[in-house]
């Protein structure tokens, strides 16, 4: 097969293959250095603390987001489904 007969891609396509790529990676990135919590995303987070005086531990609850996995598989989904889309995009044979 030449060059002359075969058909390039759109350049439409290579953007949504190279963002659909960036979107996966940066958000796992993102949710690896944010702790990787594989359970639904909390807003406040537990936190072992020991009385001084009697030496008795208990709970106590910080207010702090933690990013859960559901932002991962959306993001995944996301990243998947636009690259799934770059295939309906075909520079037309001239």
Do not use: C, N
């Not at 990135?29 to 639904?40: A, D, K, L, P």
């Not at 008795?56 to 989904?77: M, T």
Request: glycine share 6%.
């Amino acid at each position: 097969m030449t060059d002359t007969q075969r058909i390039k891609s759109s350049p439409f396509r290579l953007v949504l293959r190279i963002s659909a790529l960036v979107l996966i990676l940066v958000s796992t990135v993102f949710w690896i250095s944010t702790g990787s919590h594989t359970g639904f995303s909390k807003d406040r987070v537990e936190i072992q603390q020991v009385d001084p005086i009697t030496q008795i531990e208990y709970v106590d609850y910080e207010e702090r987001f933690v990013l859960g996995v559901e932002y991962l598989v959306l993001a995944w989904g996301l990243g998947v489904t636009s690259f799934g889309l770059s295939f309906a995009f075909r520079r037309k044979p001239k």
